[in-house]
């Protein structure tokens, strides 16, 4: 089955700068890959998904590029705010058909400091 | 239009006891879903329904039974409750789309087994 590690972990950075999360997938037939954040006791929500026919897309402050070769994907946000403090998890899957459940990585908590 | 309602919010158990979480959705999704959260190990497929009639077992099965009612109404039973089953439970549900799966999780039911 489809296996995602995410990096880091904890990541904090200062208002304003820029944050990356990583993820890696080990099945190349995985062709979805969406973004959730999770504020604290909250449900997750997704905030960006992209296909693997695409390599970047972006919305607003937040973007997410798609490297399938190397099968790894990671989200970018930019100018971060204190209320983008959250866990954000990635998640893959084949979309369609009959295998397309999501298998998230582990989560990164993310805070960003006033 | 609720998305996905889960009930109870939040239980205490004690050991050998057994209980049942409740799960609807109203957005005519086939598809539902039933997630454990742990502190570190991110969100972890408990079970599934793919559609109306049909359930699969996800990553974490032990110890846990679910039942599809019907399409809108998709249940979690513990028979007999063990402290390593103490989480936060998310229920879910998706249409299958080839553009990607997107799951929207009801709000959570904290469980504390004691």
């Known amino acids: 089955g489809e296996n995602v590690e995410q990096h880091p972990s904890t990541l904090s950075v200062q208002e304003g700068d820029s944050a990356v999360i990583k993820c890696t997938y080990s099945d190349s037939a995985s062709n979805y890959f969406p973004w959730y954040k999770q504020e604290l006791g909250k449900r997750p929500q997704l905030i960006i998904d992209?296909?693997?026919?695409?390599g970047e897309k972006k919305d607003q402050r937040i973007a997410v590029t798609l490297n399938k070769t190397a099968k790894h994907f990671s989200l970018h946000i930019t100018e971060t705010q204190p209320e983008d403090s959250a866990v954000y998890f990635c998640a893959a899957s084949l979309s369609g058909g009959s295998n397309y459940k999501l298998t998230f990585g582990k989560g990164t908590l993310l805070t960003v400091n006033p | 239009n609720a998305g996905v309602t889960q009930t109870p919010k939040f239980q205490v158990l004690k050991t050998g006891q057994s209980m049942t979480l409740q799960c609807a959705q109203d957005m005519n999704h086939n598809s539902m879903y039933w997630y454990r959260q742990d502190p570190g190990m991110g969100l972890r497929l408990i079970y599934y329904s793919a559609s109306e009639g049909t359930t699969d077992k996800g990553e974490v099965p032990n110890g846990y039974n679910v039942s599809r009612l019907n399409k809108r109404e998709f249940s979690l039973r513990l028979e007999s409750a063990a402290p390593s089953q103490t989480s936060v439970y998310f229920c879910?549900?998706?249409?299958?789309?080839?553009?990607?799966?997107?799951?929207?999780f009801g709000e959570g039911s904290w469980l504390t087994v004691v």
């Open positions: 992209i296909r693997s026919n695409v």
């Open positions: 879910a549900s998706s249409e299958i789309r080839w553009t990607g799966n997107t799951i929207y």
